[in-house]
């Protein structure tokens, strides 16, 4: 299995979530290439990474939403050296911060389709899909228009 575009090779040894009883959720969600995220139906607010109860009163009741997709790049940094062997081809890599279009909501990820260089604080992304395995599709992120 290859990224998309020939850059970045095999990615084999790529190691992958392993969903378990908290995000399974999200994972089913990302493997149809949708992204929802949990929002406290008592204080409303969005949270990632999945949980089983709302970090601010304790709610039990956290609802699955689905989210537009789009935000902006909070802050990111470069990758140059690979912490393992997997990663040794796609050097120098972005990961970015993503603050979400939905509000205070933060998810970290890979940036796609741009160069380290052009990488830049408040860059509108969208989410983009990478299928790493035929169960786990990998949420990562690449410019968008507007
Ligand atoms: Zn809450």
């Not at 998309?4 to 992958?16: D, E, I, Q, R």
């Not at 008592?42 to 304790?58: A, E, F």
């Not at 537009?68 to 940094?77: D, E, Q, R």
Request: proline share 11%; hydrophobic share 35%.
């Amino acid at each position: 299995m290859t990224l998309p575009g020939s850059k970045y090779g095999p990615v084999a040894t790529m190691p992958l979530p392993e969903p378990g009883w908290d995000n399974y959720k999200f994972w089913d969600y990302c493997k149809q290439h949708k992204l929802y995220l949990q929002r406290c139906a008592k204080c409303r607010n969005y949270w990632y990474y999945p949980r089983p109860l709302c970090p601010i009163d304790q709610s039990r009741d956290m609802v699955w939403t689905e989210m537009s997709g789009k935000g902006t790049v909070w802050t990111y940094t470069i990758a140059h050296h690979p912490v393992l062997p997997a990663f040794a081809k796609d050097v120098p890599l972005p990961v970015g911060v993503i603050k979400l279009a939905e509000g205070d909501v933060y998810m970290v990820g890979r940036l796609m389709d741009v160069r380290p260089q052009d990488v830049s604080i408040g860059m509108p992304v969208e989410v983009t899909w990478f299928d790493a395995s035929d169960d786990i599709s990998l949420p990562y992120w690449k410019p968008r228009k507007s």
